[in-house]
């Protein structure tokens, strides 16, 4: 959940609040601030568990899976807190830094509060960053994850449903559909 804060500030203001705040999160769009609020369990289990598919999975490798703990930065005016992120870049992987800047992968649990913005604003702002790959939005309502997989200057749409195994392309990952919603609740579904 994010509750926007009114007052536009600059860049280096909101990076230097975001710092020193040590029970909140803020992201940055264009001057404006919103402060990140937790979720309800099946948030928290849907990134737990993707979190931990991606880490096993990266294991050894040059690419690190990161959580909702890591600041990206999109641009000079947007930096984020997705719920779950991977940068390949060894500049990033090896250093000690408080954002990312080369994610390959970006990954957005939609809340009922956060969906409009999440597959509107945010994505926008996520097709300009170069780095990024793949944009995935995993619902909390039912099993339904939807991908979006850069193509060069297009970008290619992909819903995996209950009983599919989900492929990301740009991890060279698939695991089931089931193992990412191992343990999480979901509303009962009204026929």
């Not at 408080?98 to 509107?120: A, F």
């Not at 819903?159 to 695991?175: C, H, N, Q, T």
Request: proline residues 6%.
């Amino acid at each position: 959940m994010a509750v926007q804060r009114n007052d536009w500030i600059s860049p280096e203001e909101y990076l230097r609040i975001d710092r020193e705040s040590l029970d909140v999160k803020y992201e940055y769009d264009a001057g404006r601030m919103y402060a990140m609020s937790g979720g309800p369990t099946s948030h928290s289990l849907l990134a737990g568990n993707l979190f931990t598919i991606l880490k096993s999975h990266l294991r050894g490798g040059p690419c690190k899976a990161y959580t909702s703990d890591m600041r990206v930065y999109v641009s000079e005016e947007q930096y984020f807190y997705p719920d779950v992120s991977v940068s390949c870049d060894l500049k990033e992987t090896q250093e000690i830094k408080d954002n990312l800047q080369y994610p390959c992968l970006i990954v957005e649990v939609l809340s009922p509060t956060t969906e409009m913005r999440d597959r509107t604003r945010k994505f926008a702002q996520y097709q300009q960053c170069p780095t990024i790959q793949e944009y995935v939005l995993i619902s909390q309502k039912r099993q339904e994850v939807e991908i979006y997989t850069r193509d060069g200057k297009r970008w290619m749409y992909r819903l995996f449903s209950p009983g599919e195994e989900i492929e990301l392309l740009s991890l060279d990952i698939r695991f089931p559909m089931e193992v990412l919603y191992e343990d999480v609740p979901l509303p009962v579904e009204e026929e």
